[in-house]
């Protein structure tokens, strides 16, 4: 089974910026879909982004202007990045990967390996 590892994350200022990695060691992000996710408690999971086999990438219209994915295939890692850091922004961020090839959408459901998830925390 695909291990998708997660790095980055913690605390960061308002107005900060900081970059989460998502790696995985067997060259699939050049195969399936890869996604972005946050996690609340009490709220439902959020869709943040996704990145396409092809590179091709989309972000929720609600988190376009401060949101951007990406990956590096040669280092099989995806990444997010937050730019300007708001305390709204706080959760548990999970990268998640498809495992069949298909339409690259921003459903949870079609996601099948998760990210152990790692805590951003936005301070004001």
């Known amino acids: 089974q695909v291990k998708l590892v997660q790095s980055g994350g913690g605390s960061v200022a308002a107005g900060g910026s900081l970059r989460l990695s998502c790696s995985e060691d067997?060259?699939?992000?050049?195969?399936?879909?890869v996604g972005w996710f946050r996690e609340v408690v009490g709220k439902a999971r959020e869709g943040i982004g996704i990145?396409?086999?092809?590179?091709?990438?989309a972000v929720a219209e609600s988190k376009k202007a401060r949101f951007t994915v990406s990956k590096d295939n040669a280092l099989n890692t995806a990444y997010l990045d937050l730019d300007k850091a708001e305390p709204e922004d706080t959760g548990t961020y999970v990268c998640?990967?498809?495992?069949?090839?298909?339409?690259?959408?921003?459903?949870?459901?079609?996601?099948?390996?998760w990210g152990q998830g790692t805590q951003v925390t936005v301070s004001s």
């Open positions: 998640a990967r498809m495992n069949v090839e298909g339409p690259c959408r921003l459903r949870a459901g079609d996601f099948r390996d």
């Open positions: 067997g060259f699939t992000f050049q195969k399936y879909c």
């Open positions: 990145v396409a086999p092809d590179g091709r990438t």
